[in-house]
T-cell receptor, first 111, second 111 residues
Framework: NAGVTQTPKFRVLKTGQSMTLLCAQD?????MYWYRQDPGMGLRLIHY???????AKGEVPDGYNVSRLKKQNFLLGLESAAPSQTSVYFC??????????FGQGTRLTVV | TQLLEQSPQFLSIQEGENLTVYCNSS?????LQWYRQEPGEGPVLLVT?????EVKKLKRLTFQFGDARKDSSLHITAAQPGDTGLYLC???????????FGTGTRLQVML
């Protein structure tokens, strides 16, 4: 049982480049989330989804877009990367209970 | 303004000491969760508290939900190096769909 899988695990981008982070879950969960975590800090919510075909903004959505075309996948896109988006990105999913399950994270550096 | 404020931000103690960390808010919640995150990993759920005044124990960890369901505490007895990590509280809001984390407490337990 894989749980929540994030790809890629590491990435270095140049300023202005674009990329997509993929999150896949095999637990049939309705809710999925994207967070960013900066050094020494907690998790800040970027975007989330309450089901296939739905997305909603979190606390820090600017510069990011998301899509949930399939229930098991939640994609996070950066259209034009900036150094301020250097961070570790975590995806999470949950079912009807509050417990969230997290992926291993994607370490992104924008130079 | 953060929805959930945690204190202290950082705590460094010797093995065997006791400690308490806090999660505070001005809002009322239906439940609250505590997670622990180890370096290079995603957060993992420790406990969910639901009822005002509820106390839950997990080995040497004691969790309490405030009577008014606005705050929570985590007490660790006789801390061990394996307790080292980032402790995060979290709540669901917005018809239980949005999952928001606190600012985090980073604990270091030294031999």
């Amino acid at each position: 049982n894989a749980g929540v899988t994030q790809t890629p695990k590491f990435r270095v981008l140049k300023t202005g480049q674009s990329m997509t982070l993929l999150c896949a879950q095999d637990m049939n969960h309705e809710y999925m989330y994207w967070y960013r975590q900066d050094p020494g800090m907690g998790l800040r919510l970027i975007h989330y989804s309450v089901g296939e075909g739905t997305t909603a903004k979190g606390e820090v959505p600017d510069g990011y877009n998301v899509s949930r075309l399939k229930k098991q996948n939640f994609l996070l896109g950066l259209e034009s990367a900036a150094p301020s988006q250097t961070s570790v990105y975590f995806c999470a999913s949950r079912g009807v209970l509050p417990e969230a399950f997290f992926g291993q994270g994607t370490r992104l550096t924008v130079v | 303004t953060q929805l959930l404020e945690q204190s202290p931000q950082f705590l460094s103690i010797q093995e065997g000491e006791n400690l308490t960390v806090y999660c505070n808010s001005s809002s009322v919640f239906s439940s609250l969760q505590w997670y622990r995150q180890e370096p290079g990993e995603g957060p993992v759920l420790l406990v969910t508290v639901v009822t005002g005044g509820e106390v839950k124990k997990l080995k040497r960890l004691t969790f309490q939900f405030g009577d008014a369901r606005k705050d929570s505490s985590l007490h660790i007895t006789a801390a061990q190096p394996g307790d080292t990590g980032l402790y995060l509280c979290a709540v669901t809001t917005g018809t239980a769909s949005k999952l928001t984390f606190g600012t985090g407490t980073r604990l270091q337990v030294m031999l």
